[in-house]
Nanobody, 124 residues
Framework: VQLQAFGGGLVQPGGSLRLSCAAS????????MGWFRQAPGQEREFVAA???????YYSDSVKGRFAISRDNSKNMVYLQMGSLKPSDTAVYFC???????????????????WGQGTEVTVSS
């Protein structure tokens, strides 16, 4: 599976942005998908995940502001980000995992494939 994330950019605080991640192959629906982010000088952290059954999960820092979704017919996963804060500034990565158990959705090691990242800057 090859993943390509795009849609990042510069946005003002309080603004919105939608990230997209395109996946190759014809087994996309069999993967749990996750979004992670890495701010400068920080470790990569979990943002959101969507399982094969479309159940969604979020980190506390983005819950209520971000929404993850998937379109299996297009091999796409999306991250709709709203009420953006400067602390959301980071490179965002999408990831795919075939056998990601519920308790490990936030663990980077649970995912088998990673995209190259797209940069999001929240600044006035």
């Amino acid at each position: 599976v090859q993943l390509q994330a795009f849609g990042g950019g510069l946005v003002q605080p309080g603004g919105s942005l939608r990230l997209s991640c395109a996946a190759s192959g014809n087994t996309f629906r069999t993967y749990a998908m996750g979004w992670f982010r890495q701010a400068p000088g920080q470790e990569r952290e979990f943002v959101a995940a969507i399982r094969q059954n479309s159940h969604t999960y979020y980190s506390d820092s983005v819950k209520g502001r971000f929404a993850i979704s998937r379109d299996n017919s297009k091999n796409m996963v999306y991250l709709q980000m709203g009420s953006l804060k400067p602390s959301d500034t980071a490179v965002y990565f999408c990831a795919a995992g075939r056998s990601v158990i519920l308790s490990a959705l936030g663990n980077m090691n649970s995912y088998d494939y990673w995209g190259q990242g797209t940069e999001v800057t929240v600044s006035s």
